[in-house]
């Protein structure tokens, strides 16, 4: 079974919102950082870096795929306020 144009540009949407709130999740875990209840580091290091790889392919290959980058940039930051805060 093949998508659609219309299909595959409303998955796009979907999934970039998705990858978003996944992304977005972190701060609560920021805000518990900041209140001493610190929390593990290694993933969200871990995130930052996969979130960077994929935003600089996303960017830089022949032809650019702005929902991946787009999808992955909020990962970048939170992902390194996450880590930054749970030392």
Do not use: E, H
Not at 70 to 83: R, S, V
């Amino acid at each position: 079974m093949a998508f659609t144009d219309k299909q595959i540009r409303i998955l796009s949407i979907v999934a970039t919102m998705m990858a978003v709130g996944m992304y977005v999740a972190y701060i609560p875990q920021i805000q518990m950082n900041l209140a001493g209840q610190k929390g593990a580091w290694l993933q969200p290091l871990v995130a930052a870096i996969n979130c960077t790889l994929w935003v600089i392919y996303a960017l830089f290959k022949k032809n650019r795929d702005i929902p991946v980058a787009l999808a992955n940039a909020p990962g970048i930051f939170l992902g390194l306020i996450t880590f930054i805060t749970s030392f």
